[in-house]
């Protein structure tokens, strides 16, 4: 509450008087017409160094009575004008009625210094013996309140924490019995208060059921005050309630504190769903109709009719954001058909509120977060139709809510919430957690869901959690213009978890209309998480989907250069599940290659406890006391050996010999290790191998040289480092290896040609590309009927690249140096753009525009290859049958 003539020292100890003071938003200082406002601005800054942090304006006025100028210094901002031109300039007033201008940025260390405050407040009330129902609706109340506060939902800034700290002692003992009464009076009607002090009597009267539930006292603390006057401190009118409640959420979670700010989802992600889901389509009609009265009217009455419908709300950042942009353009429409006159009664116009979202979330701290966020948002909408049309708008106290189940998605049935008459769109970002990570309580919500399509257990356990999610909303949209877009990890839409996926889905007739290909979703938290995304919009609507004017709509892929570029639209006849310009192609798994070249196979894999394997320390050791065991000791390459150029050992072939190799106690040792090994797992098969420690596990080694390929790579690499052995080197099994490869083998799979393949149905483990012999290989469309000519070109092409590689490797480069994008040397990479060209050359004479093109090719040449077999199974199956 702003104050006239308030005493305060000034800087240096001298004493002043504030013309006019509001704490945390103006000072005025006056002077005589004709004095200095510069002077005016720097007798005001005086008083700054003995006020308090949260009583520190943003706000300076100065004036002459003939001059204003007006400093906003949050923004570095400075307006200056005459007398007779205040009416042109009162716009620049509106704080004073809460309307701040404020670009809210998801980086602003506000949010993360509010979450963290507030968590130091939820373990201070946990140790005061605080039951987390009741802590968690509390501190939501809190929230509220200082919200509510800074804008301009309650009558003056700070009126919350003026009253406690004037009626509140300093040791926190009645703390509980004041903020009880707030509580109270928020949830009384004006009518029904009676014998209330004044400054209880100012607290406005809120309803929406959220100061409804009673208030059990607890005796505080001097701490729990101080905690709480420092959270009111802070401008709540700065912390974005899109993101807030994911780090409130998280501040709530000791564990999950660390990472505070790790795992909410940005607007601009946020945005890359919704703009293609409808807004972007909403927007357009807005274009057509800006001289249109009657289309601007008719498209006003559908924003007031769209329905969004979060299925793992989580804090409500989705349905925010999207309520937030209705909002936003209903206030561009209703300026385009008044023109930004003063508008007599603005709340008869506003026609879109929150009882438009809907959403189900399982944790009940953030189903309540979400309720009150979406009522601040709405607030602050609300604000920007006063600050637009002249008139003062709010809406309390709250009558209406947004439908929101506190309950687990997946074991609901989500048309008993809502009927899917009543939903338009469907959206948000379901929990990323991959198969490996599923706990048992998950493990049984997807066996639910699967069931009731028919996806047996071992095919579930490969699929992450948020596959259930596409299939109850592929069931709850048959039979509806429903469209839908989730946010989910890349990995559903790569590997094996494709085609089990997608076949469903397909039969339920589900189409894709947008995508985004993998990007990287982060945020500016100090914790930042780096998670490979993409976003799918899907309908089930038939082979056209139609929007608001009944028009197609046109397909959109949204690429990325690499995953932390900007995005590329581009319109496309159709998108696959692995989110390229093709047909609906699903690559299942494969025992045998698809084409006629030799077949691929895993390394030899030990199960030894690491006792079969040396070191070439430890190798030399052992041949230097023992000869005969030259022979037995051959190079062991792993993947990491192989990349890295690390040189390891392994004992083979010891059956040969085993009179002479009985008397060495070094082998024998070891052996018994392996034995003591195997016999400890809970595996059957391995307690079995203890029978032959001297053998590998799983052996496919075959007496000739073979072209080495690591299933693991990183991601960073153009190509995946390959190169051929001799049958004296043993592959191990985080290796895959083909024997019979030639020289064009090598050069197809060292191309650009086969990595854009790799990254669109392989798999990946984290971010690094996953080589697997059953979807990546063998279903690879080799180039067809390739001239000799071509096929020579490649292999001298091929040589090349293995020829340079072999002089800069007797330098002692690893090929994990020679593949690095920082360091890869020049002759490298135009040895491999020139076997590039020369494979290229071999799929057809057009060059191709970069690598969605080439995945587009490839995915129509596989459905040539595919036809003939289906025929022949097709003919097979029947003769079976007869």
Known sequence: MATFEQNVKKLGGKQGFIDLFWKGVLIVEHKSVGKDLDKAFDQALDYFPNLKEYELPRYVLVSDFARFRLYDLDDNLQHEFLIQELTENISLFGFMAGHFTKIYKEEDPINLIAAELLGKLFDNLSDLGYETHLLENFLVRLVFCMFAEDTAVFDYKNQFLEYLENHTQTDGSDLGIHLAKIFQVLNQPLEKRMFLSEDLQKFPFINGKLFEEKFDLVDFNAQTRQLILECCYLDWSKISPAIFGSLFQAAMNPKKRRDLGAHYTSEKNILKAISPLFLDDLYDQFEK????????????NKLGKITIFDPACGCGNFLIIAYRELRYLEIEIIKELYGGQQVLEVSTLIQVNVDQVFGIEIEEIAYRITQVAMWITDHR????????????????????APNLLNSNALQSDWKKFVSPKKISFILGNPPFIGKQFRNESQKKDMKLVFESVKINNSATNSLDYVAAWYIKAAQYIQNTKIRVAFISTNSITQGEQVGILWSKLFQLGIKIFFAHQTFKWSNEASHNAQVHCVIIGFYKNGETLFDFENKPVPKKIFSYKTVKSEAIEKIVPNINPYLVDSKDVLIQRRSEPLCDVPKIKFGNQPIDGGFLLFSTEEKNELIALNPVLKPFLKRFLGSHDFINRHERWCLWGLNQEISELRKIKAIKN???????????????????????????????YQEADYLLIPRVSSEKRAYIPMAFFTKEEIAGDSCLVIYGANLFIFGILTSLMHMAWLKSVGGRLKSDFRYSNSIVYNNFPFPKNVEKKKIEKVEQKAQNVLDIRKIYEQKGNSLADLYDPLFMPADLQKAHQELDKAVDSCYRPEKFDGENQRISFLFGLYEQYLSPLESAMKKANKIRKK
């Open 289 to 300: 109709a800006r001289k249109n009265p009657r289309k601007l009217k008719e498209l006003h």
């Open 381 to 400: 909408c609300n604000q920007l139709v006063s600050r637009n049309f002249g008139k003062y708008f709010i809406r309390i106290p709250l009558t209406v």
């Open 670 to 700: 070891r052996l018994e290790k392996v034995k003591e090994f195997r016999e400890s797992s809970i595996r059957k098969e391995t307690n079995e191998l203890a029978k032959q420690p001297h053998e590998f596990a799983f052996v496919s």
